[in-house]
């Protein structure tokens, strides 16, 4: 079976319940390829809001939770308070989580872990430093990222995987369409091999990293690129045609 084209819009820390309501006014207008799978990643704060203004065509996504259902833990939010808000993503591993908030690969495969055993679906996301990248480790870093998520996954048609290079977040520089399909195809024959063929050819396997309205309908034409997520352009009218990048 085909895979659904999928991209995701995250916000990261931006948004009022004003601009919210103009951009949810926006996606809803659209038009939006019926073909495409869309999901928000908004604040915690605006998931309820996000949530009641929403078309049926577009899905809400929390941007992080953590590990476990309840308890002493000040300021974190629980898949089981997404899932109560009738929100049914969360975006986990994300560079910023790892990288601004020392996200380890263990916390992160818990949380995916987590996650997905109180029914939400998860947006995975793995990617290399530049200077991962520069010392030929990229193929090495994505796989031990992958490696730790993968043991906490019992049902891969719940995990989107999302491949953010991390030298290619919000800097304007995007991967060329031939380096995102290289890894892809890595990440690829790595399910395959380690999980399962039929896991391999089902995941969507997604990028992100300064995807605009200029440079998705190219990448989107690799064959194990399946949709994207995006930072920047996703608060931007543009994020329509970015959902439309296979027409
Ligand atoms: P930009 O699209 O702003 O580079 O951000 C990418 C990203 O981090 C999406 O999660």
Redesign the pocket.
């Known amino acids: 079976m085909a895979r659904k084209f999928f991209v995701g819009g ?1 916000w990261k820390m931006n948004g009022s319940k004003a601009a919210n309501t103009d951009l949810v006014q926006l996606l809803a207008k659209g038009p939006l390829d019926p073909n495409t799978e869309v999901v928000i990643g908004v604040p915690s704060i605006y998931l309820s809001q996000v949530r009641t203004l929403v078309p049926e065509n577009i899905h809400v996504a929390a941007q992080n939770c953590y590990k476990v259902a309840k308890g002493a833990f000040t300021g974190e939010i629980s898949p089981a308070m997404i899932k109560d808000v009738n929100v049914d993503w969360v975006i986990l591993g ?2 910023e989580r790892r990288n601004v908030f020392g996200e380890s690969d263990q916390v992160i495969g818990e949380k995916v872990g987590h996650a997905l055993d109180e029914g939400l679906k998860v947006i995975a996301c793995i990617g290399e430093l530049l200077e991962e990248r520069e010392a030929g480790k990229t193929a090495e870093v994505v796989f031990r990222q992958t490696k730790v998520i993968s043991g906490f996954v019992k049902d891969w048609s719940k995990v989107v995987l999302a491949y ?1 290079p991390v030298w ?3 800097t304007g520089k995007t991967a060329s369409p031939q380096q995102a399909q290289e890894v892809h195809e890595q990440l690829r024959n790595w399910l395959s091999e380690n999980i399962s063929p039929e896991v391999a050819q089902s995941t969507r396997i997604i990028y ?4 605009t309205a200029a440079n998705a309908k190219e990448l989107a034409s690799q064959k194990d690129v399946d949709g994207f ?5 996703s608060l931007k009218p543009e994020f329509v045609q970015i959902v439309n990048a296979r027409q």
């Open positions: 995250n994300h560079s953010e290619a977040i919000g992100g990293g300064s995807v997520l995006v930072g920047g352009a």
